[in-house]
Every structure is written in C-alpha cells, then in structure tokens.
C-alpha cells in the first residue's frame, strides 16, 4: 500500500522546523503522481539563520568523541526501529522499488554504525625530528574538525548518501548545512527528527530545503568551511569554481565500463550482475553499468543471455515485493532516456530489447551496435539502458573503457592473473573491480573517482580524512 501521509517541512534551522516566507515546493508519488508532501523554499535570509545556527554550535564544542558516538549509535537504532517507514517513504518519493529501498535502509544503518566506530580512530600520528638542531623537539599531528559543512545530496539514495555525508560530519566534530534534492527531500527531512531523538544538540544539523538558487547562498557564505557534493559534473564544477580555497568533496557522474574477457569463469554469473546493475533503481546511480565490453568468442552468447535476463524483470508498482523496476524520478526524466535511445538508433544502433516508455517508466533496454560517439555510451544515461560492445583484444577492451571523461568504477570478469595485473596500473578509475561489477560498493571503502567523477573519498573513515584538517604540535 501506498502511503497516504502528507508530510510538510520547512527549514530545520536551530533545533526547530520553520515555514519558509517563500512559496513551497511539492513532492509527489512518483508511481500514482499524488501529492504526498511540501518542503520549504528558502530565501537567502533563512539559509544564513541556518548557517548562523551551524557556525555557533561548532563554536560551542559541546559534544566529545564518546557523545558522538551514542549519539550516532542512537540515529542507527531508531532507523532501524523506523525502518518499515522509511522504506514506504523511500518508495514513494524516489519510485524505488520495494526491495531496493529496504537494502538502501539497511545500508544507512550500516553507514551509521561505521560512522560512530571512527569516532574512536580518529588520531594524528608522530613525527621524528631527526635532524641537525632540532632535537630532542618532540612532534606529533592531531586531525581537528573544519568546521561548518554544507552537504548536498541528489534524490537517487536520499538515505545512504545522505548519511555518508551527516554520518562522518558529526563524528569528526563538525556541524552540517544538509540541502536535499527538491525531487526527493522527504526523508532527508526525517532524518532531523531522527538525530534530534537520538540526542543531537541543536545546530549541529541544519535541514535547508529549495532549489538550485540554495547553493548558491551556501557558496556566498564564508562561514561554511567545506562543501560536500553528490550530483552531476557541470553543478560540481561550478561548487568547486565558487568554493575558493575552502575544502570541497565531489562525486560525480559516470557511464561505468565493465569488461567481460573470454577467460571468465562463470559467464552466467557475470551476466547476471551485469543486467541487474544495469537496472537497479532504474539505472539512476551514477556507477550503473552502463558499457559492456565483451570479447568477440562469447559475445552473441552473453546477448542471448542477457536478453534472457532482462525479459524476465517485472517493471511496475514498486510498492509491490516482486516487483524489479519503478518509475524513473520523472517524467521528464524518462523522455531524456527515450530521446537519447531514439537518437542513438537513428545513428545505426539496434535495440535488442525494450526501448519503450510510458509516462516516468522506461523499459529496461540492451543496445547493440553502438559507437563511443552516441550518448548512450560516451555521457551519463542515468536510466535503464545498457551497451553491450564487442572487442578483439583486452588493449582493445582498455582503450574503449578508458575513452570517457569521466572515471569513477570499472568491473573486469577474468581468470587470467596477467590481465588483473594490468588493469590495476592501466584503467584510469578510481575503482577497479575485479570479477564484479563496476557497480560494487561497500560503504566502509573509500569510494571516489577521477576526471569529470569528482575528487576525494567517501566512505566513513576517508571522508573524516576530508572532513578534519591535521595540526602540528611540536615541543620544544
């Protein structure tokens, strides 16, 4: 059953919700286009009540590392009692499908867990002062919180990378300046109320809901000391452009390569993974498998496979346990994808299957017969659509994977020792997954990529690394 609460959120600046003076904005289901809430459209005078809020409680330095970890321990026990409720709310804003939205949640818990553990880990380390003069000094680094973070979060994981984001904020010292996508800003506002029952002070975390026209106030406001951003490249570049000296994190898109060899053990499996990764959350993740590279003996029988595999996918209510494949975030969205298949077949490319759309849902589709100069195989699709591209030679497989300007995951299937070795030096990824999929993602790993896919590291314990500056402490 679909939910039929409305929920309503404001800003949450200070401890509090307040209404915006603005216009709100509506969030709908996006499988039944029913209303099923409103968030607040903040103008530039609240989002700096909301920064005003972070800079006095990071002031304040009210909570140590012990504090921070009950606290964050508190967060993951009352998701995981108010799991059923996220789940529902995630299928709802998102069109997710059931099940992939209970794993979304059991990651967050996850990502809560490991968040609260670094608290603990978080050290300096020493450093000999073995040089003519300067003994018998005595040097070591501590790791100190920034300071004031603005998070920005896009509305394909509202939960988990939302989290990856407040998790190891707070359990590094710092306070947070959360703005969630507009498209998807639902549970990302459930998440105050959660922290603030688990036992946050206020102004710790800020909830800043609106559009685009939010960051650039976040941007303007030289009290926030780092940026952390998930979403597409060219918003990236220009947080990074308008961020100054200040620190920033970026990830970004990408069109993941993943090359299946002919020395692969199990091809069914390979198969397998690739075509659910491609189709998960309707494609809309940015490390997707998107390009398949497959040698020339096994190609015509990895298509056969695949196409067998895609057909027996259930594409319908996500609400319901069966079902594979939801709505795409809209309606809007899936004309993109169907605008880019169609110009990719009118360029000499076949659809093998699917290649159809009905309102916000697009049928998950194979295309043979494509070229890196269509945009289904060169930019970010962020839909339900794979490239499946034969190759001669494994240089043949690198080069293609490698021809892209972005570089975030890569998945290569092999049993051959000398082909692992070489990828690990010869792809430019940030991630190279061997026998699976570029889709892999544990989130206790460090986790992002290279080019137009960002700079620096998510994941609990890297991104307090970005979060914390290190200070030196010499004795003399």
């Known amino acids: 059953m679909h939910t039929s609460r409305i929920f309503c959120f404001g800003n949450f600046v200070n401890g509090r919700w307040q209404r915006s003076i603005n216009d709100g904005i509506n969030v709908y289901n996006k499988y039944t286009n029913l209303g099923i809430g409103m968030v607040a459209n903040a103008s530039g005078p609240e989002v700096d009540a909301a920064v005003t809020s972070a800079y006095d409680a990071f002031n304040r330095k009210e909570l140590d590392s012990l504090q921070r970890f009950e606290i964050l321990m508190n967060a993951a026990e009352i998701v995981k009692k108010r799991k059923e409720e996220i789940v529902e709310l995630l299928v ?3 069109g997710k ?3 992939d939205a209970a794993a979304e949640t059991d990651r967050g818990i996850q990502t809560l867990i490991a968040s609260a553990e670094e608290t603990k880990r978080i050290s300096g380390s020493g450093v000999p002062m073995v040089q003519p ?3 018998p000094n005595v040097a070591f680094t501590v790791r100190v919180p920034v300071g004031v973070i603005a998070a920005i979060t896009p509305f394909n994981f509202p939960l988990n990378l939302a989290l990856h984001k407040i998790g190891p904020a707070i359990a590094a010292g710092n306070t947070v300046l959360l703005k969630p996508s507009e498209k ?3 549970t990302a506002c459930m998440l105050a109320e959660i922290f603030q029952q688990a036992g946050l002070p206020e102004g710790h975390l800020n909830i800043i809901n609106g559009t685009g026209e939010v960051g650039r106030f976040l941007l303007a406001d030289e009290r926030i000391n780092m940026f952390s951003f998930t979403g597409s490249p060219e918003v990236g570049r220009l947080i990074k452009n308008g961020s100054g000296i200040r620190k920033v994190t970026l990830e970004l898109g990408g069109n ?3 090359i299946i060899h002919d020395d692969v053990t199990d091809l069914e499996r390979a198969v397998k993974l690739c075509m659910k990764n491609s189709f998960s959350n309707s494609g809309q993740a940015c490390i997707s498998v998107q390009r398949i590279y497959v040698q020339n003996r096994i190609y015509q029988e990895f298509i056969e496979k695949a196409s067998a595999e895609v057909s027996s996918l259930i594409v319908g209510d996500p609400m319901h346990d069966h079902t594979d494949i939801g709505p795409m975030i809209s309606e809007e969205a899936a004309k993109r994808v169907e605008s880019w298949v169609d110009e990719a077949v009118d360029s000499g490319a076949t659809v093998l299957i699917g290649g159809r759309r009905e309102g916000a849902f697009y049928y998950p589709t194979i295309l043979t017969d494509a070229d890196a100069s269509m945009k289904v195989v060169c930019e970010e699709v962020f839909g339900p659509v794979v490239t499946i591209i034969p190759y001669e030679t494994i240089d043949d497989a690198f080069g293609m994977a490698n021809d892209s300007r972005f570089g975030l995951q890569v998945g290569v299937f092999t049993s051959n020792l000398e082909i692992f ?3 690990t030096t010869e792809l430019n990824f940030g991630g190279i997954n061997i026998n699976n999929v570029s889709s892999y993602r544990s989130d206790v790993m460090p986790y992002g990529g ?3 896919s960002g700079l620096g590291k998510e994941g609990p314990r ?7 500056d290190k200070r030196l402490i010499v004795i003399h």
């Open 184 to 186: 998807a800003p639902l």
């Open 97 to 99: 499908v059931y099940k």
């Open 256 to 258: 993941a390569p993943n």
């Open 133 to 135: 003069g300067y003994q």
């Open 92 to 94: 709802s804003e998102v």
């Open 462 to 468: 890297y991104a307090i690394q970005e979060m914390t």
């Open 450 to 452: 290279i080019k137009d």
């Open 421 to 423: 070795r070489r990828a």
